[in-house]
């Protein structure tokens, strides 16, 4: 055997197989390698979406609960408003009805002063008669009696 004929033997197969795989073997193995690059880029760019559409949710998050704290605020300090005028409203509710019973009770005690008056004119009547009849020693009639009790009362 001869070397110069195995080498050419040799390099001849050698481009066969060459172009063999660039023929059919290569085109599967790059479209394998682009198919790859792509799903990668695909995916890395689907990251940098999902990140930014977290950033911006968060953002959304931060400004609702902002918003959320504020209506809270608004609604705590309307029911301490509510609740002064509810103090306010029962504070003149309850000054009106102490001032009712007030009047309630001084008209009450003028009645009974006023009472109290009536009987005791009656009484002093009574005993000015009664006086006038031990000073006199004698038993004054009734219609006089009747007639001395009504002067004495106007009187008084």
Do not use: Y
């Not at 390698?33 to 931060?62: F, P, S, V």
């Not at 004119?121 to 007639?147: C, F, W």
Request: proline letters at 1%; charged letters at 30%.
């Amino acid at each position: 055997m001869n070397i110069n004929l195995t080498l050419i033997g040799q390099s001849i197969t050698f481009f066969v197989f060459v172009w063999f795989c660039m023929r059919f073997v290569w085109p599967p193995i790059v479209n394998a390698l682009d198919a790859r690059r792509k799903q990668i880029a695909d995916g890395l760019a689907a990251a940098d979406r999902g990140r930014h559409e977290l950033e911006i949710a968060a953002k959304r998050a931060t400004e609702t609960l902002h918003d959320a704290k504020q209506k809270a605020a608004e609604i705590i300090s309307q029911a301490e408003k509510r609740a002064a005028q509810l103090v306010d409203e029962a504070k003149a509710d309850a000054k009106g009805e102490g001032e009712r019973m007030i009047l309630a009770a001084k008209a009450e005690i003028e009645q009974e002063a006023h009472r109290a008056r009536e009987l005791l004119r009656g009484e002093v009547a009574a005993l000015v008669v009664a006086g006038a009849g031990k000073i006199l020693r004698r038993e004054v009639d009734a219609k006089a009696h009747a007639d001395l009790l009504e002067s004495i009362e106007s009187e008084l």
